[in-house]
């Protein structure tokens, strides 16, 4: 897979280096911060910005055209004529990308460093054994108050198996720079992929696992994932939130593959993670049934 990509990056020279796509949906608070950090990014190459507008009833289609004017030629705005939900959304914002390289942020989300896209292309420029380049995030709410953010940030990798069982430290979707070639973006012909819940995660664990390449994180917070009320993910109950992480465990297991050890382990994640919800909602059948799946 190094050589296929060494091979696409050289067929695929060009000015454009990275699409920037943003999907967003009802942020008119928040989509102009998203849009100022994209533009302020200071780099040797060209970027574009694409935003996926799905059908939002707020004013986020005006914010969004009042940049544009500002930006004449850097973003373009594609708008959905209903609401498609965010994995549609995403899969037709993709498209349009033409970048080598892809970079994702959601419309309520935004970056703090002015240097972050340059870091991450560097990096996967010259370190073909990954697919996926992401950095720390600060976690922050409605006003940018801080709730968290690791004080000491390290270097990780992840690799497909660490993915697998969980692992994705540090990985938030604002975060996310991958090469855009199709072994990543064929998850999307997947009938299954519209039935999972985290699709950033699916991303993540589809474009390791179709590559054989693993995902560096680098040690610097340069992004902001932001809590509030209307988040896709952030403010989800916690209960409804494990049915969706449940849902989409059993997707996972079923749908990709994994050596005889790595089974084992999965068995131990839903017996730690998930079995005692099961069991205290009495879906004994259905506990069985993913038990009995891994053994």
């Given at each position: 897979?190094?050589?296929?990509?060494k091979?696409?990056?050289?067929?695929?020279?060009?000015?454009?280096?990275?699409?920037?796509?943003?999907?967003?949906?009802?942020?008119?608070?928040?989509?102009?911060?998203?849009?100022?950090?994209f533009?302020?990014?200071?780099?040797?190459?060209?970027f574009?910005?694409?935003?996926?507008?799905?059908?939002?009833?707020?004013?986020?289609?005006?914010?969004?055209?009042?940049?544009?004017?500002?930006?004449?030629g850097?973003?373009?705005?594609?708008?959905?004529?209903?609401?498609?939900?965010?994995?549609?959304?995403?899969?037709?914002?993709?498209?349009?990308?033409?970048?080598?390289?892809?970079?994702?942020?959601?419309?309520?989300?935004?970056?703090?460093?002015?240097?972050?896209?340059?870091?991450?292309?560097?990096?996967?420029?010259?370190?073909?054994?990954?697919?996926?380049?992401?950095?720390?995030?600060k976690?922050?709410?409605?006003?940018?108050?801080?709730?968290?953010?690791?004080?000491?940030?390290?270097?990780?990798?992840?690799?497909?198996?660490?993915?697998?069982?969980?692992?994705?430290?540090?990985?938030?979707?604002?975060?996310?720079?991958?090469?855009?070639?199709?072994?990543?973006?064929?998850?999307f012909?997947?009938?299954?992929y519209?039935?999972?819940?985290?699709?950033?995660?699916?991303?993540?664990?589809?474009?390791?696992?179709?590559?054989?390449?693993?995902?560096?994180?680098?040690?610097?917070?340069?992004?902001?994932?932001?809590?509030?009320?209307?988040?896709?993910?952030?403010?989800?109950?916690?209960?409804?939130?494990?049915?969706?992480?449940?849902?989409?465990?059993?997707?996972?297991?079923?749908?990709?593959?994994?050596?005889?050890?790595?089974?084992?382990?999965?068995?131990?994640?839903?017996?730690?993670?998930?079995?005692?919800?099961?069991?205290?909602?009495?879906?004994?059948?259905?506990?069985?049934?993913?038990?009995?799946?891994?053994?």
């Amino acid at each position: 897979m190094q050589k296929l990509l060494k091979q696409y990056g050289m067929m695929m020279r060009h000015d454009l280096m990275v699409s920037i796509c943003c999907i967003t949906y009802n942020q008119e608070r928040f989509i102009g911060q998203a849009i100022e950090s994209f533009m302020m990014q200071q780099t040797d190459f060209q970027f574009e910005i694409v935003i996926g507008n799905d059908c939002s009833k707020d004013g986020t289609a005006a914010v969004v055209e009042s940049f544009i004017e500002k930006y004449p030629g850097k973003i373009r705005m594609l708008t959905n004529e209903k609401n498609v939900g965010c994995h549609h959304n995403m899969i037709n914002t993709l498209k349009v990308c033409k970048g080598k390289y892809i970079a994702l942020c959601e419309g309520d989300d935004y970056w703090t460093d002015p240097n972050k896209l340059q870091k991450q292309v560097d990096f996967l420029e010259n370190n073909p054994e990954y697919i996926i380049c992401c950095h720390y995030t600060k976690v922050v709410d409605t006003d940018n108050n801080t709730l968290y953010v690791n004080p000491k940030p390290s270097p990780l990798v992840h690799t497909y198996y660490d993915l697998l069982t969980g692992k994705q430290e540090e990985t938030k979707t604002a975060t996310v720079l991958y090469h855009n070639v199709p072994e990543v973006h064929q998850l999307f012909q997947k009938p299954w992929y519209f039935a999972c819940f985290a699709g950033d995660k699916m991303l993540k664990l589809y474009a390791t696992f179709n590559t054989g390449l693993s995902i560096y994180v680098m040690p610097e917070v340069m992004s902001c994932y932001r809590n509030h009320v209307d988040g896709i993910w952030s403010m989800i109950k916690v209960e409804s939130r494990m049915e969706m992480m449940i849902s989409d465990f059993n997707l996972i297991i079923k749908h990709f593959s994994y050596p005889a050890f790595q089974k084992k382990k999965l068995l131990l994640l839903y017996v730690k993670r998930y079995i005692l919800f099961e069991l205290a909602r009495f879906r004994i059948r259905k506990a069985y049934d993913t038990v009995k799946y891994l053994l």
